[in-house]
């Protein structure tokens, strides 16, 4: 089977780990994570990392990232590096490929050590210390879109924070589906949608990034929790469609 690989520099002592992914990933047990891909933690040189194994692609897709597109482990990688500050440090990615074709692939980063994800103080109503966690993330998307950052599923589980004493690190996942440019007002708020937020905490994080971006804050609030209500509203439809539960 032949493969396809690249190493940050500064990790090149994991190239034995890489070349030896797909024996190493089937013996450990540790999942982090099982559906469409599959995550694991490794610990190789006495450092814990990330691995994700993407699924195999349909024969279709396996032609297209075989020689028009690039994988999504290589699109992981790739703007792991260009955005480094915000993401858990990028190690590499490997592409295995039978017949020609793209087979497998996977998305090795290191561990970031994160207590918590966005979620749990937004589905918590008693969370300690909340309201300053909101503030914080809106200065870290905030960052983010000053940055010409864009992620396109920025959804509460690829959103990991660790508490340093008083103030709180953020670090982005799931990223092989992005955006470069510079951003409108509209797409800066409409980039809050997909965290399922109650409207008074979307208010929180709105007026807080409307302060940043030195802008209208009842403009920002209306926005945000416009385009939130919206995709909720799309969403539930589905739900519906397939008689499913309908969650607020």
């Known amino acids: ?12 002592d994991f190239k034995n780990l890489v070349l030896n992914i797909q024996y190493k990933f089937k ?29 195999k692609p349909s024969f279709l897709n396996r032609i297209v990232y075989t020689f028009f597109k690039d994988s999504k482990a290589k699109k992981s ?15 590499s990615y490997v592409e295995f490929y039978s017949s020609g074709l793209l087979s497998q692939s996977y998305f090795i980063s290191e561990r970031f050590a994160y207590d918590f994800t966005i979620r749990e103080p937004l589905l918590e109503e008693k ?8 503030k914080a993330f809106a200065k870290f998307t905030y960052d983010l879109h000053e940055a010409q950052i864009f992620h396109k599923d920025y959804s509460p ?12 690190e953020f670090k982005i996942v799931d990223i092989n589906r992005m ?19 109650k409207d008074e905490d979307l208010r929180i994080i709105a007026k807080e990034y409307a302060k940043l971006i030195n802008q209208d804050e009842e403009k920002c609030i209306n926005l945000a929790l416009k385009f939130s209500n919206s995709n909720k509203a799309a969403k539930n439809f589905k739900k519906r469609l397939r008689g499913q539960k309908v969650v607020d």
């Open 179 to 197: 955006k470069f440019s510079t951003l409108r007002l509209e797409e800066r708020l409409k980039n809050f949608s997909k965290l399922w937020a």
């Open 77 to 91: 990688y790739d703007y792991s590096i260009k955005i480094g500050n915000f993401t858990p440090n990028a190690i």
């Open 27 to 55: 013996q450990k047990n540790q999942n982090i994570h099982k559906a469409r891909n599959e995550l694991k933690i490794i610990n190789h040189n006495n450092i814990d990392v990330v691995i994700k194994s993407f699924k």
């Open 127 to 134: 969370f300690e210390d909340k309201e300053n966690i909101f």
């Open 157 to 168: 589980g690829n959103i990991l924070i660790k508490k340093h004493d008083d103030n709180y």
């Open 1 to 12: 089977m032949n493969y396809k690989y690249e190493i940050n520099n500064g990790y090149e």
